[in-house]
């Protein structure tokens, strides 16, 4: 008797036949999303399937003599062990742990990625986290995923028990991000080597707050603009420390002593780092504040949409004491952020407010960092808008134009995000 799976495989194969011939240039419109996106639940569900089987195929593994199911599946498929590997874990991560997210998988209620995401989510939990608390995370970032994208999904699950349990939070990231920032101080380096044919090569590790400040910096001069940051390590006290490690401290401190005034104008503003932490998180130097921008440096798939920019509250104590870095303390006071209709143009102030709200284009679908992105009235000033965060919204130049573009529809959804259609 034939396995239902093996049915299964036969009856898609038959049906991927039957159009194998045809061609997609005469569908309408409507007709290829529909299928694109039909299409992508159905790779999800079969992804899902083929992960079930690979989660329970120790036997091939045995049977051929390979180091596991993955190596015998890329080495029988031609495929990437690489990619292989990054299967099985899955595979066995929603077998073993997560059979939720694997149902949902299985239903086409999420895809690869982000299940992949949402994974590596929940495994950087701490694991003082009730189980009870786990299966809430699990449920919400599916249910998150049904509007969001792996990237934004990945920032979400990053700060999920703030969400569901944030009586857990403050201390519980308070230690994590700790234990970063002495292990980034710790593991600074920096070395150079002279190549020969004039140019020397720079090479080494600093902490990911000194990174994402350097980038920042670099940027202002590079034309795009970008991200925000951070503070300078505490020098190591013990005194012999090897010479990379010395070149890295300074290096450190070398950009502390950049003065962002005499830097270019970046992303509308003088360049700016900002910091946005709750008043009272900061009085009691518990849980992290946020750095705000964009995240130039590379950084993991799983968590490069924020990867560097969470820092202690002890931190963020120490840069709100330095005039390079604006403090955007919430709750506390702030500067005057709706100038109504005496200008035309947004501020400096409330270009960091959108900033501080927007984080990126608000564009559906689109990651353009916020400082790369225009202030654009939702009422058009001539048209009698005023100059307000209300009326306002963060839009890269791509989408700033299609705003403009009178054969488009922008529709402001729910979430904040801008929606475009083209107009019938």
């Known amino acids: 008797m034939t396995h239902p799976i093996l049915v299964a495989t036969d009856l898609i194969d038959e049906a991927l036949k039957t159009v194998a011939d045809t061609n997609p240039a005469f569908m309408a419109t409507a007709d290829k999303a529909a299928a694109l ?13 083929r992960m079930r089987i690979l989660a329970d195929a120790d036997d091939l593994a045995a049977e051929s003599g390979a180091r596991d199911a993955a190596g015998w599946l890329a080495d029988s498929t031609r495929t ?15 077998d073993r742990r997560w ?12 895809n690869t990625a982000q299940a992949s995401v949402i994974v590596h989510a929940l495994d950087e939990l701490p694991d003082e986290v009730p189980t009870v608390v786990l299966e809430r995370a699990e449920g919400v970032l599916i249910e998150h995923a049904g509007r969001f994208a792996p990237k934004q999904l990945a920032r979400i699950g990053r700060h999920i028990l703030t969400v569901i349990a944030p009586d857990l939070v403050d201390e519980a990231e308070g230690r994590r991000l700790a234990a970063l920032e002495a292990e980034g101080r710790r593991r600074t380096r920096l070395t150079l080597r002279r190549l020969g044919d004039g140019t020397t090569r720079v090479s080494g590790l600093i902490p990911d707050a000194s990174a994402t400040r350097l980038a920042t910096y670099l940027e202002a001069y590079a034309n795009p603009r970008r991200d925000v940051v951070d503070a300078d390590p505490t020098i190591d006290p013990v005194p012999c420390l090897p010479y990379p490690r010395h070149l890295g401290d300074a290096f450190c ?6 003065d962002p005034k005499r830097l270019p104008v970046h992303g509308g503003d003088a360049t700016t780092v900002v910091v946005t932490i709750p008043f009272e998180k900061l009085m009691a130097d518990l849980g992290a504040g946020d750095l705000l921008g964009s995240g130039t440096v590379p950084s993991d798939p799983h ?40 200008r035309r143009l947004f501020s400096a102030a ?12 608000r564009a559906e679908g689109c990651d353009i960092p916020g400082t790369w992105s225009e202030a654009h009235h939702w009422v058009t000033w001539q048209s009698g808008g005023d100059t307000g965060l209300d009326n306002g919204v963060l839009l890269c130049s791509h989408h700033h134009h299609r705003a403009h573009d009178p054969t488009y529809e922008a529709e402001r959804m729910g979430n904040g995000d801008v929606r475009f259609n083209r107009r019938t």
């Open 80 to 94: 990437r062990l690489e990619d292989a590997r990054a299967d099985l874990r899955l595979a066995v991560a929603l």
């Open 99 to 110: 059979q939720t997210l694997g149902a949902a998988l299985r239903e086409g209620r999420v």
């Open 253 to 258: 401190q070398l950009i502390g002593a950049l």
């Open 350 to 361: 409330q270009r960091r407010a959108l900033l501080i709200r927007d984080r990126t284009c």
């Open 37 to 49: 996106r039909e299409l992508a639940t159905l790779e999800s569900r079969l992804a899902e399937l």
């Open 303 to 342: 968590t490069d949409a924020r990867a560097g920019e969470s820092i202690t509250a002890a931190q963020a104590r120490r840069l709100a004491c330095n005039a390079n870095i604006i403090p955007a303390v919430l709750g506390g006071d702030s500067e005057v952020l709706d100038l109504g209709r005496a």
